[in-house]
């Protein structure tokens, strides 16, 4: 069952954005996870600050700022990357990529100034590298966002 809020956005993180750094190969302005506030063999919880100096506010849209449903996927999806590579030996020689999204609902708009709080779990045990996951996204105690996500873990070459 994902977890539900409320979530300690305040507790010790179990990765800080050094430690992300270490584990996704994402960089500015492309990294959309500031910090890992859980993470079991069933279930991790992620965060983003949302900020207005994110440079897609520029043009969507000026006049009333909204973070593109895209970029929540690619966030969610960030986080679930961190999931399954928290359990490889050597993080660094392996990445995750999309094969899959399902079901995508968007609920509420995300804003400049919300922290966005992804909890997912797996679907299944991961199989020759494939992992599915289902997802939801929240800001305080309301539900954003929520799907499936089906990602493959591939060596680097």
Do not use: W
Request: hydrophobic share 45%; with cysteine.
């Amino acid at each position: 069952m994902i977890k539900e809020p409320p979530f300690d956005i305040y507790a010790d993180p179990v990765y800080d954005i050094k430690e992300i750094k270490k584990i996704l190969p994402h960089r500015s302005p492309f990294l959309l996870v500031d910090k890992i506030l859980e993470l079991s063999d069933n279930h991790i919880v992620g965060l983003k600050n949302v900020t207005m100096n994110e440079g897609f506010f520029m043009g969507h849209f000026p006049d009333e700022p909204l973070m593109p449903g895209v970029l929540q996927i690619e966030a969610l999806a960030q986080v679930g990357g961190i999931f399954v590579l928290s359990g490889v030996e050597d993080k660094k020689s392996y990445s995750t990529y999309f094969l899959k999204i399902n079901d995508v609902r968007f609920r509420a708009k995300v804003v400049p100034g919300d922290t966005l709080v992804f909890s997912l779990e797996p679907i299944a045990p991961i199989k020759q590298g494939i992992c599915i996951m289902r997802g939801k996204a929240f800001v305080g105690n309301k539900l954003v966002m929520q799907g499936e996500l089906t990602a493959q873990i591939i060596k680097n070459k």
